[in-house]
């Protein structure tokens, strides 16, 4: 169990709006569990403005008995302090709130009769002025370092999902998610483009929880946000949904949305989808939305791309799988349909030959059937080796006979208990059996069991596979051509497989497939 | 009265070299069919005393045809005997539920061990 810790840093709505600090995660999960985030309660705005008033003057006035000895260059240097504060709060309006509050706190401070400030003199302007200015940049860069953090921190989080291989399903909703309390827009959605012409929402997120449900598919067509994208594989922007057409846009507009932006998703150079960031109210979007967005869009492309990719691998190895047992099929088939009928043919033919020897050929007939016997024996090793290559009662009786044959078979005394009666696809019998059969040849080898229990079933569309012996266990599925060229089989059907062997303890091997491949 | 046969079997190297055989051991191979349907339609108009259906033939199951032959009454009663290259181990639970009379290993294939199992059958 992985325990994860996880601090969200505070995003900022606009320029001028405050710090909100979006969360601690304190989720505590396994690898592949669903991203669990507890968020904090957001600070309201007047907070910061409170900050960016009060700070600079309690400031000023905790420096009010050193006035003399920093003079006012140093008092207005130490408030920098409090407007680096308020800006890593409250960002740059905070900030720039509080240079003209710090701006104002020196003057009155050092103002006659309290000090020495006068207006005619050039140091003092110097200092009030330069003040000014470098709390404005500071403020500024402050802010923009801020922002710049954050967006690399909700990044490296989507990018963390993409790296630990999560499901697309869990990568696309934090891109959403990420997206949506970074930048400053309402709701985000990221959409697939179908070849039917249709968009298929995969994850969205609302500031309000109005968002649009996972799964929804619309028709493309006419002015909206998707459309465009779809035509020009570039981003677009809709400052307006005011004139918005076609089933989008009158989806989005009976969502409140009035204006957008829509970035594409490019996998492997095609249009694969659109990430659409929009917002409710009348503000003006951020002029480097698109920028924004494009990071994110990046993101989930990459995780299409991996998730496209393991899916090519995965029907990779079962078309190698699947290419594997058709060619022992075949082979069996052949060795069944050809050597071996024509052997017995012959083997026939001699003993028919062989009864109309007169009886003074006593001889050639004791060659005759030496002949034959041999014959004979070879069509039984012929036979062990097809049975080898592929067990003809599987494809004849279906699993549960095969398992039965290979119980027989078994020098160790094996329990079987098949709770499958129903014919399953091919590929999954197939597997089952050579898990049995390997795990069996494996008991027997190694094991020193005295009983080995074998139980097949199937609940919920999964079939279960379990083998269990009580012999010396230690067995290590990394090693051993056998169980690793098992658990290929098993995760090329999209199953999986776990084996137990603690020492003195017996071996048990339980798997579990689709009862309907992939 | 020589036990007369029908084979059914998809190799035809294999029915040619049984019928000579079993014929020089004394049976009448009245018979001979390579698919089920026939196996259907000639069981039903030669009435032989014995059917020999092999296991598999080609994408049919010969033991799927001997519990049809048995249950509609094609075979009149008469005893049907698979026939096989497979190991009758490995199919042993098969056979047993087919309600075929018996198996022969087609290597071992002789008027003897069918007489055995015709003869081990009657009352």
Known sequence: MLVRLTVLISYRQTMSALRRPVGVSLGKRSAGGPRRVLRLPRRNRAAARVLAVVGPIVVALSLLPFRSSLGLAGVLFCTLLAVVA?????????????????????????????????????????????FVVVG???????????????????????????????????????VTEEAGQLLPVDRTSLSRY????????????SRDGGHIPVGSRTTLGGKNLSTLVSETSRPARMESYADTSGALGTVSRERGLRSGVGTPVIVAGRLW??????????????????????????????????????????????RIVATADDTRRRIERDLHDGTQQRLVSLALALRAAQSMLPPELGELDVELSRVAEGLTSVLDELRETARGIHPAI?????????????????????????RVDARLPEPIEVAAYYIVSETLTNTAKHAHASIVHVGVEGIDGVIHVSVRDDGAGGADSARGSGLIGLRDRVEALGGAIEVESPLGAGTSVHVELPSAPR | ???????????????????????????????????????????????????????????????????????????????????STHSEADFADLI???????????????????RRIVDGRSP
Not at chain 1, 137 to 157: F, H, K, P, S
Not at chain 1, 194 to 200: A, M
Not at chain 2, 16 to 37: K, M, P, Q, Y
């Open chain 1, 86 to 130: 308020v800006a890593l709060i409250g960002g740059v309006g905070a900030a720039l709130t509080a240079v003209v509050v710090g701006f104002l706190a020196g003057a009155l401070l050092f103002a006659h009769p309290y000090g020495s400030l006068h207006p005619d003199s050039p140091v003092d302007v110097v200092a009030l002025i330069a």
């Open chain 1, 136 to 174: 404005g940049v500071i403020g500024i860069l402050v802010d923009d370092l801020t922002r710049l953090g954050e967006e690399q921190a909700a990044l490296r989080r989507v990018a963390t999902l993409v790296a630990r291989t999560a499901p697309a399903g869990e990568v696309f909703a934090a």
């Open chain 1, 194 to 205: 179908e070849s039917d012409g249709t968009v298929t929402v995969v994850a969205s997120w």
């Open chain 1, 273 to 318: 989808g659109v990430l659409i960031a929009a917002s409710t109210s009348e503000r003006r979007l951020a002029s480097n939305l698109e920028a924004r967005l494009a990071d994110f869009t990046d993101i989930a492309a990459t995780a299409v791309a991996n998730a496209e990719n393991r899916a090519d691998l995965a029907a990779s190895r079962a």
């Open chain 1, 394 to 418: 599987l494809a004849e009786g279906g699993l549960g006979p095969a398992l039965k044959t290979l119980a027989r078979r078994s020098p160790v005394p094996v329990v079987l208990d098949v």
């Open chain 2, 1 to 83: 009265m020589a036990l007369r046969v029908l084979i059914v079997d998809d190799n035809g190297a294999f029915l040619d070299a049984a019928r000579v055989l079993l014929e020089r051991e004394g049976l009448s191979v009245i018979g001979v069919a390579s698919t089920g349907a026939e196996a259907l339609r000639r069981a039903k108009e030669l009435s032989p005393d014995v059917l020999l259906v092999d296991i598999t033939l080609g994408r049919e199951s010969g033991i799927d045809l001997t519990r049809r032959l048995i249950q509609d009454g094609r075979c009149k009663g008469s005893p049907v005997i698979l026939i």
């Open chain 2, 96 to 114: 047993a539920a087919s309600h075929a009379a018996g198996f022969v290993p087609k290597s071992e294939l002789s008027a003897e061990a069918i």
